[in-house]
């Protein structure tokens, strides 16, 4: 099959409807909701999203909870990273 679109990629489907800045934005978001990513238990690249927030590894068979669009959400990693803060200096402290 040719390549259908060159500039505008996923959201092609849309036409010229909605203006194209909110296609790049929609655009962003279809391409990284539709892609896999990185499994913490078994190490691969098999993680898809399910439905909203739900995301599923087909290699081993976890269901995670994450984002909507992504598996793990800019806040979720700030609020690890500070969990994990907390525990060093916890640990630190004893």
């Not at 099959?1 to 194209?20: D, Q």
């Amino acid at each position: 099959m040719a390549k259908r679109t060159k500039k505008v990629g996923i959201t092609g489907k849309y036409g010229t409807r909605y203006g194209s800045t909110l296609r790049k934005l929609l655009r962003k978001v279809e391409v990284s909701q539709h892609s896999k990513f990185h499994c913490s238990f078994c190490g691969k690249d098999s993680v898809k999203r399910k439905c909203t927030g739900i995301w599923n590894c087909k290699s081993c068979g976890k269901v995670l909870a994450g984002g909507a669009y992504t598996l793990s959400t800019a806040a979720a990693v700030t609020t690890r990273s500070t969990i994990n803060r907390l525990k060093r200096m916890q640990v630190e402290a004893l």
